[in-house]
């Protein structure tokens, strides 16, 4: 479900989108809710100056269920085992593994201001600034009780969650001179800046308080942080 509103007034034009998303898996731990907000205003500010503002939003939570080389995979349990318990599974039923969540949540803020300037007729100017912000949440929770393997049959919290902001500035000028009739020189300088920066934080808990997914109610847990910049 989406719909969009644009137009166009005095030198000033806009345009604004957005969407919901619903969607539902074949197994029941499986499913999309997202949403985004995209809108982009342009103005002629005056002879020679044009301004451009673009932003967009996204909020998306994705729940997955195990798979690949996961023990804890609906496959996995299905096929790896030639003498399959008296359930016909491996070890753990689809019951048991439709009750471990496993989700991704998404937020992603992204904005952006582009000049374009022309004082003379033979120069110009542009420059942009930008800016990308995501914060993203993966986290799993087993409930005590239902994974009878090892310290999983006492509940097992994973909360891990990054936050990564890429800045840009850019500015460039070009000269443009015909120094004959037949002769014309072209002069352009430019700077760019770059900034990159991830942090992570990561969270792990286990032996749950039956009734509750927080890593605080954990009677064993762990945790550490990683940064990086460029």
Known sequence: LGGSISGARE????????????????????????????????????????????????????????????????????????????????????????????????????????????????????????????SRHDHQFIPPGVIDRGREILGVRVSNRFNETVATIEFSGTANVDLTPALNSQTSVGVQYFNEDTRATLGTGEELVAGTNSLGAAAISSAGENTEQS
């Open 11 to 134: 030198g000033i034009n806009y345009f604004v989108f957005a969407e919901r998303e619903r969607e539902e898996g074949v197994l029941p731990n499986n499913e999309l809710s997202r949403a985004s907000v995209r809108a982009n205003l342009g103005a002629q500010v005056r002879d020679g100056l044009a301004l451009e503002l673009t932003t967009g939003f996204l909020d998306s939570s994705l729940q997955l269920p195990n798979a690949d080389n996961s023990s804890l995979g609906v496959l996995a349990q299905a096929l790896l085992t030639a003498e399959p318990s008296s359930t016909g599974w491996w070890r753990f039923t689809p019951e048991q593994l439709f009750k471990v969540e496993t989700f991704q949540d998404v937020r992603r803020l992204t904005g952006s201001v582009n000049a374009t300037w022309q004082p003379r007729p033979w120069l110009s100017a542009r420059g942009s600034a930008g800016m990308d912000f995501t």
